[in-house]
């Protein structure tokens, strides 16, 4: 049944950015969906597929909201940086949908991985317009998913929305930088995105 799967995931969610995946067991999982543990596997065939299945599920849902954010923005440096200040906004917005996001991150490390999609293109379109000049793609998507990763995890520890604001103006102009666009405009582009995601 649905339910029954929705209930699996939910509790999956919340253990995980309560405990972390390592510390989490099925029966935990089940108990907290108020299901028997041989229910948990009419669904998934281990802790690891289960939470595979929420980390791809939470993704996708961010990246819709990363897709509303590009909306009629061109410039690939401008959809990268608004991407990444999305994902790091969801620490704010959403803590258990960053938990789960930061502690799954070796999902995302292969460059061609589900999920890598809009990364990839804003990606390509700026090597293939010249407004990123520096490595190259798979290497760049390594970059850019380790660096949002890790503000992830360290965005969730900051006090309020303020600190997490400066930290995602600072990771974003670093890898626009390492990217090889200008400092100051990496910044610029930077503190637009900060104020389009996160507001004035």
Do not use: C
Not at 48 to 70: G, K, P, Y
Not at 72 to 79: L, W
Not at 85 to 110: D, E, I, K, R, S
Not at 142 to 152: F, L
Request: charged share 20%.
């Amino acid at each position: 049944m649905v339910r029954n799967r929705k209930a699996l995931l939910g509790a999956a969610e919340t253990l995980i950015a309560a405990k972390g995946f390592e510390r989490v067991t099925i029966d935990e999982i089940a108990e907290a969906a108020d299901l028997a543990k041989g229910t948990f596997y009419n669904y998934f065939d281990d802790k690891n597929e289960i939470a595979a299945e929420l980390a791809l599920m939470i993704r996708q849902e961010i990246e819709t909201a990363v897709a509303l954010a590009q909306t009629g923005i061109d410039d690939p440096a401008r959809r990268l940086t608004l991407g990444m200040t999305v994902f790091l906004h969801t620490a704010v917005t959403a803590p258990n949908h960053a938990a789960v996001t930061g502690q799954m991150y070796a999902q995302w490390l292969h460059p061609e991985a589900i999920g890598n999609e809009m990364l990839r293109t804003d990606l390509a379109d700026g090597y293939r317009l010249g407004r990123f000049s520096t490595a190259d793609l798979p290497a760049a998507v390594v970059m850019t998913i380790g660096v949002v990763q890790a503000g992830i995890l360290r965005a969730l520890q900051l006090p309020d929305s303020d600190a997490v604001r400066k930290l995602a103006l600072g990771l974003s102009g670093l890898v626009l930088r390492s990217l090889g666009i200008k400092w100051n405009e990496a910044q610029a582009i930077a503190t637009e995105a900060i104020t389009g995601v996160f507001g004035k």
